[in-house]
């Protein structure tokens, strides 16, 4: 049996190694995916004061710092018992929508352009941004402005770009300056065209993507994801839905505190990844997916009229639930145009500039969970505390940990369709790093890993040599 | 009266008086000398090195804050030697115990970060030590934390000198050295502790704070305390 490994997929974040074993005809047999790395944040941040988990926590990774800083601080919120201010409510949604425009920008336009808009199979050389901003330079001005506009706010609320401490246990540490409220509120119809330009742009060029559409993971799986009490998307504080492969809602309203009853965490052998699964179906029965594609599946809406458009639009296109893991990239840009929406409605509000942000007080829970959507899906916190407010237990999970078992099984729908081993080409590893992309998985932050990028994929022959390698970095 | 007497600080004359200490001489003559454990108003015990001078005529290295000044003293405060001593003593104290600046309460108002950036240090030539401590939380309004103690006893000082509680003391000798409260009691649990704060506001790092502040937000506020220590009779 031959065997083909990809290590280090390039673009994504973090380390992967992919193994796809060939049998004596160049077929695919099998794959895996083997995460690599493993910092065990759970067991280092054991006897420190809970109220430093938020630091701690947002430095696993370095790209959605904010989803870690907001799921901890809401987990440290729960051990204050406090219910914290509505203004330090809103700020922190603002914050995260601004956290997805720029990780759903950085995604689309940095990460999987290249490959959308020069082809799979274009020159590796020149498959990267720089090629990208050659070929369409306007496109790629958009991703950048937007990024930035959603960097803007993070700095503008938080003061610093990469790790804000602004968020912090019952709230947050200053109120918002009325400057920056008219500066972003002057700026936003501006990144809400770029966001529409690029939809535009991506919706005609999907046509000729249609074999990566009908291979790229399409096996349907139930969804997991939050939204509000009226059903449509809520990416900071809603409740747990599962939606199945068939549309119809299994269940829904599960609070942060119930999460175990329907989460459950499987240990895999090859990975220190661990796999979640919904509990009351099984392992490995009970697979679901998460993150934008799922988060449009799950809710009934977005709730602001130019996403909720959009989405009607890609309802009608790919169908309700869409299964396709490509439609990943699609439903990230309607999410980006979402956020902005909402962070349009947000400064509008006129809570937003009340100078009561922060509610103080000590320990008076011993447990506490924090649940948020972060950009690559549902992010969970769970502590312990002793008496004194120092960390007994920690568990983190981590969006791409839901994805786990649903990029297995993509990995080996993608190689089965693109990989002929007899005549390798690179296009049809790139398909397999680019599949992991469309997930947009970081593993950085699933096995708490430094947060760098580099995956590698090996295709191996029967009798276990390596008949090629594609690394990154 | 003390006699006055000259020294050369840098070549500068300046006068001094008899019983002083350099780094006493150096700060009326408006000059700077680096500092870590000294804490004016508390005695000073020469624990860090930072404050280390040239004195002519000696090879040694002599600490500013505990070497008396002697008439026709010849004091050199700044030089590529002391420089290159002074971020050794600092690297030192970085790798001896866990100081992740990064998600410290004291990040950006850290005495020995601040140190740290004015030499220029930007990386560690040793290897970190890495040691397992804990963290104290058992005060209700305070917190130690025994991986960014540099073991300057400033906290020691003020609490006897200046409190008057004497619930600091410093267990174990060598690298074993702990920072150690009552007879070995948890923080929380020392009745002599007066819940005043002082040791939290003098500690140069996060390791002593106040309970409950994010990542950068504690900022001592230890101006008044030297003033106090003087009303009570100290140095
Ligand atoms: S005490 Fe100072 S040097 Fe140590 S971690 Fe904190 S900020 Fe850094
Ligand atoms: S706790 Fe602070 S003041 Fe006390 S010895 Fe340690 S570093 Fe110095
Ligand atoms: S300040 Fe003089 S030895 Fe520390």
């Known amino acids: 049996m031959k065997q083909l490994t990809i290590n280090h997929v390039s673009r994504i974040e973090g380390h992967a190694k992919i193994s796809i074993h060939l049998n004596d005809e160049g077929r695919v047999t099998s794959t895996q995916l083997h995460i690599t790395q493993l910092r065990g944040f759970e067991k280092f941040t054991e006897g420190r004061p809970f109220y430093e988990m938020p630091g701690i926590t947002s430095r696993i990774c370095g790209i959605c710092p904010v989803s870690h800083l907001l799921a901890s601080a809401k987990a440290c919120d729960a051990i204050l018992a406090v219910k914290i201010p509505t203004a330090a409510h809103k700020l922190r949604e603002m914050l995260h929508c601004a956290q997805f425009v720029q990780s759903h920008a950085l995604s689309f336009f940095y990460l999987s352009s290249p490959d959308l808009l020069l082809g799979m199979d274009s020159d590796p050389a020149k498959r990267n941004v720089i090629g990208v901003i050659e070929k369409h330079p306007e496109l790629a001005r958009m991703g950048i402005e937007l990024r930035k506009f959603g960097l803007q706010i993070i700095e503008g609320l938080a003061q610093e770009r990469v790790h804000p401490s602004w968020v912090v246990p019952g709230g947050v540490n200053a109120p918002m300056q009325p400057q920056l409220r008219e500066r972003l509120l002057s700026e936003l119809p501006g990144a809400v065209a770029s966001t529409q330009q690029a939809l535009n742009f991506f919706k005609s060029a999907i046509a000729s993507f249609q074999e990566e559409i009908d291979n790229f993971g399409t096996a349907p799986t139930m969804y997991a994801g939050t939204v509000d009490r009226k059903g449509s998307l809520q990416i900071y504080d809603g409740t747990l839905r599962f939606r199945n492969a068939e549309g119809a809602v299994v269940k829904e309203g599960i609070a942060a505190e119930e999460y175990s009853d329907y989460i459950g965490e499987a240990s895999l052998r090859e990975s220190y990844l661990k796999a979640p699964y919904y509990k009351p179906i099984g392992y490995p029965q009970g697979i679901y997916r998460v993150g934008a594609l799922a988060r449009l599946n799950v809710a009934d809406r977005c709730g602001t009229p130019k996403a909720d458009a959009e989405l009607t639009e890609f309802r009608q296109r790919f169908g309700y639930p869409a299964h396709s893991s490509f439609l990943f990239h699609y439903a990230r840009l309607i999410e980006v145009l979402y956020a902005l929406e909402r962070i349009g409605e947000l400064l509008n509000d006129p809570q937003i500039l009340n100078p009561r942000v922060r509610a103080i007080a000590g320990v008076n829970s011993l447990d506490g969970i924090g649940m948020i959507e972060a950009p690559r899906g549902v992010l969970i916190h769970h502590y312990k505390v002793n008496e004194d407010g120092g960390i007994v237990w920690a568990n983190l999970i981590v969006a791409t940990g839901h994805n786990n078992l649903a990029i297995g099984n993509s990995i080996q729908q993608v190689s089965e369709h693109f990989i002929d081993g007899t005549k390798l080409q690179e296009g049809m590893l790139n398909r397999v790093s680019a599949v992991v992309r469309a997930y947009d998985p970081c593993f950085s932050c699933s096995t708490h890993a430094s947060g760098q990028i580099a995956m590698k994929i090996q295709l191996v022959a029967p009798d276990g040599t390596v008949l090629d390698e594609l690394c990154s970095r | ?235």
């Open chain 2, 1 to 235: 009266m003390p006699q006055t007497i000259s020294i050369r600080i840098d070549g500068e004359l300046v006068s001094a008086l008899q019983g002083q200490t350099i780094l006493e001489a150096a700060k009326q003559a408006g000059k700077y000398i680096p500092t870590l454990c000294y804490f004016e108003g508390l005695s000073a015990v020469g624990a860090c090195r930072l404050c280390i001078v040239e004195v002519a005529g000696t090879d040694k290295l002599l600490p500013a804050c505990t070497t008396p000044v002697q008439d026709g003293m010849s004091v050199t405060t700044t030089s590529p030697k002391l420089t290159q001593y002074r971020r050794i003593a600092l690297e030192l104290l970085f790798v001896e115990r866990n100081h992740v600046c990064a998600v410290c309460v004291s990040n950006g108002h850290c005495e020995l970060q601040n140190l740290a950036t004015s030499l220029g240090i930007t990386n560690m030539r040793h290897w970190y030590n890495y040691p397992n401590l804990p963290v104290d939380l058992s005060h209700k309004r305070f917190v130690l934390d025994h991986n960014r103690c540099i073991l300057c006893t400033r906290c020691v000082r003020v609490c006897a000198e200046v409190e008057g509680a004497h619930v600091w003391e410093i267990t174990e000798r060598g690298i074993s050295s702990r920072l150690t409260s009552g007879l070995n009691q948890p923080w929380g649990q020392v009745t002599d502790c007066t819940n005043c704060g002082k040791c939290v506001q003098v500690c140069p790092t996060g390791a002593l704070a106040e309970k409950g502040w994010a990542v950068e937000e504690m900022v001592k506020q230890n101006d008044n305390i030297s003033g106090l220590a003087h009303r009570k009779g100290g140095q």
